[in-house]
Protein backbone atom coordinates (compact mmCIF):
# COMPACT_ATOMS: atom_id res chain seq x y z
CA UNK A 1 0.00 0.00 0.00
CA UNK A 2 1.25 3.62 -1.19
CA UNK A 3 1.41 6.59 0.68
CA UNK A 4 -1.19 7.98 -1.90
CA UNK A 5 -3.19 4.89 -1.48
CA UNK A 6 -2.84 5.87 2.49
CA UNK A 7 -3.86 9.51 2.04
CA UNK A 8 -6.75 8.45 -0.82
CA UNK A 9 -8.36 6.28 2.51
CA UNK A 10 -7.77 8.43 5.44
CA UNK A 11 -9.79 10.96 2.39
CA UNK A 12 -12.80 8.74 2.34
CA UNK A 13 -12.88 8.42 5.87
CA UNK A 14 -12.86 11.63 6.53
CA UNK A 15 -15.69 12.22 4.20
CA UNK A 16 -17.77 9.72 5.07
CA UNK A 17 -16.96 10.97 8.70
CA UNK A 18 -18.05 14.46 7.26
CA UNK A 19 -20.65 13.06 6.20
CA UNK A 20 -22.05 10.93 9.11
CA UNK A 21 -22.14 14.24 11.06
CA UNK A 22 -24.15 15.91 8.68
CA UNK A 23 -26.63 12.87 8.56
CA UNK A 24 -27.03 13.32 12.76
CA UNK A 25 -26.89 16.65 12.74
CA UNK A 26 -29.77 16.95 10.20
CA UNK A 27 -32.01 14.22 12.13
CA UNK A 28 -31.28 16.75 15.28
CA UNK A 29 -32.43 19.62 13.25
CA UNK A 30 -35.25 17.63 11.69
CA UNK A 31 -38.52 18.02 13.54
CA UNK A 32 -39.80 14.53 14.28
CA UNK A 33 -42.75 13.30 12.05
CA UNK A 34 -45.39 13.23 14.23
CA UNK A 35 -47.23 9.70 15.01
CA UNK A 36 -50.22 9.43 12.97
CA UNK A 37 -52.25 8.08 16.04
CA UNK A 38 -50.72 10.23 18.43
CA UNK A 39 -51.41 13.49 16.59
CA UNK A 40 -55.01 12.34 15.71
CA UNK A 41 -55.20 12.04 19.60
CA UNK A 42 -53.52 15.88 20.13
CA UNK A 43 -56.40 17.22 18.22
CA UNK A 44 -59.28 15.68 19.17
CA UNK A 45 -58.73 16.23 22.72
CA UNK A 46 -59.44 20.18 22.83
CA UNK A 47 -62.33 19.06 20.43
CA UNK A 48 -63.82 16.43 22.34
CA UNK A 49 -63.23 18.75 25.58
CA UNK A 50 -65.25 21.76 23.56
CA UNK A 51 -68.27 19.85 23.35
CA UNK A 52 -68.00 18.43 26.50
CA UNK A 53 -68.08 22.50 28.12
CA UNK A 54 -70.93 23.34 25.55
CA UNK A 55 -73.09 20.41 25.88
CA UNK A 56 -72.87 21.04 30.03
CA UNK A 57 -73.19 25.14 28.88
CA UNK A 58 -76.63 24.02 27.31
CA UNK A 59 -77.83 21.60 30.04
CA UNK A 60 -76.84 24.17 32.64
CA UNK A 61 -78.76 27.16 30.65
CA UNK A 62 -81.82 24.68 29.89
CA UNK A 63 -81.77 23.59 33.90
CA UNK A 64 -81.59 27.17 34.69
CA UNK A 65 -84.33 28.52 32.74
CA UNK A 66 -86.48 25.69 33.64
CA UNK A 67 -86.09 26.76 37.42
CA UNK A 68 -86.76 30.14 36.76
CA UNK A 69 -89.89 29.11 34.54
CA UNK A 70 -91.12 27.07 37.47
CA UNK A 71 -90.56 30.40 39.75
CA UNK A 72 -92.15 32.64 38.15
CA UNK A 73 -95.31 30.22 38.00
CA UNK A 74 -95.16 29.21 41.39
CA UNK A 75 -95.22 33.20 42.04
CA UNK A 76 -98.05 33.90 39.78
CA UNK A 77 -99.89 30.66 41.03
CA UNK A 78 -99.45 32.67 44.51
CA UNK A 79 -100.05 36.12 43.61
CA UNK A 80 -103.43 34.94 41.99
CA UNK A 81 -104.82 32.99 44.55
CA UNK A 82 -104.08 35.13 47.17
CA UNK A 83 -105.61 38.38 45.40
CA UNK A 84 -108.33 35.86 44.40
CA UNK A 85 -109.06 35.17 48.24
CA UNK A 86 -109.05 39.03 49.65
CA UNK A 87 -110.88 40.28 46.19
CA UNK A 88 -113.80 38.25 46.57
CA UNK A 89 -113.99 38.26 50.02
CA UNK A 90 -114.38 42.36 49.61
CA UNK A 91 -116.47 41.75 46.26
CA UNK A 92 -118.53 39.97 48.24
CA UNK A 93 -118.87 42.15 51.53
CA UNK A 94 -120.80 45.49 51.73
CA UNK A 95 -122.17 47.39 54.26
CA UNK A 96 -125.77 49.29 53.51
CA UNK A 97 -124.36 52.83 55.24
CA UNK A 98 -121.32 52.67 52.93
CA UNK A 99 -122.97 51.12 50.27
CA UNK A 100 -121.71 53.54 47.24
CA UNK A 101 -118.45 53.28 48.62
CA UNK A 102 -118.43 49.77 48.80
CA UNK A 103 -119.25 49.21 45.32
CA UNK A 104 -116.80 51.59 43.70
CA UNK A 105 -114.19 49.09 45.61
CA UNK A 106 -115.65 46.17 44.51
CA UNK A 107 -115.77 47.67 40.68
CA UNK A 108 -111.80 47.97 41.07
CA UNK A 109 -111.39 44.61 41.39
CA UNK A 110 -113.11 43.52 38.71
CA UNK A 111 -112.26 43.26 35.05
CA UNK A 112 -113.76 42.50 31.39
CA UNK A 113 -117.36 41.32 30.34
CA UNK A 114 -117.64 40.71 34.36
CA UNK A 115 -117.12 44.17 35.67
CA UNK A 116 -119.60 45.08 32.80
CA UNK A 117 -122.43 42.94 34.45
CA UNK A 118 -121.53 43.67 37.92
CA UNK A 119 -121.84 47.33 37.43
CA UNK A 120 -125.62 46.40 36.23
CA UNK A 121 -126.62 44.18 39.15
CA UNK A 122 -125.12 47.01 41.60
CA UNK A 123 -127.27 49.78 39.88
CA UNK A 124 -130.49 47.83 39.73
CA UNK A 125 -130.90 45.77 42.28
CA UNK A 126 -127.94 45.78 45.16
CA UNK A 127 -127.65 49.49 45.60
CA UNK A 128 -131.74 50.14 45.95
CA UNK A 129 -132.12 46.84 48.02
CA UNK A 130 -129.33 48.09 50.28
CA UNK A 131 -130.66 51.30 51.11
CA UNK A 132 -134.12 50.13 51.38
CA UNK A 133 -133.78 47.19 53.46
CA UNK A 134 -130.71 47.73 55.38
CA UNK A 135 -129.00 44.87 53.80
CA UNK A 136 -125.63 44.43 54.86
CA UNK A 137 -123.08 40.90 53.96
CA UNK A 138 -120.04 40.09 55.62
CA UNK A 139 -117.72 37.26 53.39
CA UNK A 140 -115.22 35.39 54.83
CA UNK A 141 -113.47 32.78 52.68
CA UNK A 142 -112.39 29.52 54.66
CA UNK A 143 -110.40 27.71 51.97
CA UNK A 144 -108.95 28.34 48.91
CA UNK A 145 -107.05 26.49 46.25
CA UNK A 146 -105.79 26.67 42.84
CA UNK A 147 -107.54 24.39 40.55
CA UNK A 148 -105.93 25.51 36.84
CA UNK A 149 -103.13 28.40 36.48
CA UNK A 150 -101.38 30.10 33.24
CA UNK A 151 -99.21 33.13 32.80
CA UNK A 152 -102.13 35.66 32.65
CA UNK A 153 -105.34 33.66 34.10
CA UNK A 154 -105.98 31.05 36.94
CA UNK A 155 -109.49 29.53 38.57
CA UNK A 156 -109.59 29.13 41.73
CA UNK A 157 -111.73 27.54 44.18
CA UNK A 158 -113.39 28.97 46.67
CA UNK A 159 -115.21 28.02 49.91
CA UNK A 160 -117.32 31.45 51.99
CA UNK A 161 -119.07 31.74 55.05
CA UNK A 162 -121.27 34.68 54.28
CA UNK A 163 -123.77 36.40 57.34
CA UNK A 164 -126.28 38.66 56.17
CA UNK A 165 -127.86 41.38 57.74
CA UNK A 166 -131.09 42.78 57.04
CA UNK A 167 -133.56 45.26 59.28
CA UNK A 168 -136.21 42.90 58.65
CA UNK A 169 -134.74 40.40 60.33
CA UNK A 170 -133.74 40.35 63.97
CA UNK A 171 -130.95 37.19 63.59
CA UNK A 172 -128.50 37.36 60.82
CA UNK A 173 -128.38 34.76 58.49
CA UNK A 174 -125.61 32.39 57.77
CA UNK A 175 -124.62 30.22 55.13
CA UNK A 176 -121.78 28.66 52.87
CA UNK A 177 -121.20 28.44 49.81
CA UNK A 178 -118.37 27.48 46.85
CA UNK A 179 -117.65 29.01 43.97
CA UNK A 180 -115.26 28.89 41.02
CA UNK A 181 -113.21 32.33 40.58
CA UNK A 182 -111.67 32.99 37.49
CA UNK A 183 -108.39 35.85 37.84
CA UNK A 184 -107.11 37.46 34.81
CA UNK A 185 -103.83 39.72 35.24
CA UNK A 186 -104.46 42.95 33.90
CA UNK A 187 -102.24 45.81 33.99
CA UNK A 188 -99.86 44.00 36.50
CA UNK A 189 -102.89 43.05 38.69
CA UNK A 190 -104.40 39.85 39.14
CA UNK A 191 -108.74 40.96 38.64
CA UNK A 192 -111.98 39.03 38.79
CA UNK A 193 -113.15 38.33 35.29
CA UNK A 194 -115.83 35.61 36.72
CA UNK A 195 -117.89 33.97 39.62
CA UNK A 196 -119.39 30.66 39.23
CA UNK A 197 -121.45 29.55 42.15
CA UNK A 198 -120.76 25.38 42.50
Known sequence: ???SDTKTDAKTEADADDKTV???S??????????????RSRTLVPL???VVVLGLAIAVGFFTVQAVSSSNAEQDRTAALDAARTSSAQALSYNSDTIDADI??????LTGKFAADFDQL???FLLPASKQTKLSTNAEVTHAAVIESGPRE???????????RAASAPQPATGAAGMRVTMTLA????????????
Open 48 to 50: VLG
Open 154 to 164: AKVLLFVNQTV
Open 1 to 3: MSI
Open 122 to 124: ATQ
Open 187 to 198: DGKWLISNIEPI
Open 22 to 24: VLE
Open 104 to 109: ARTKAL
Open 26 to 39: EEKTKPAEPNAAGG
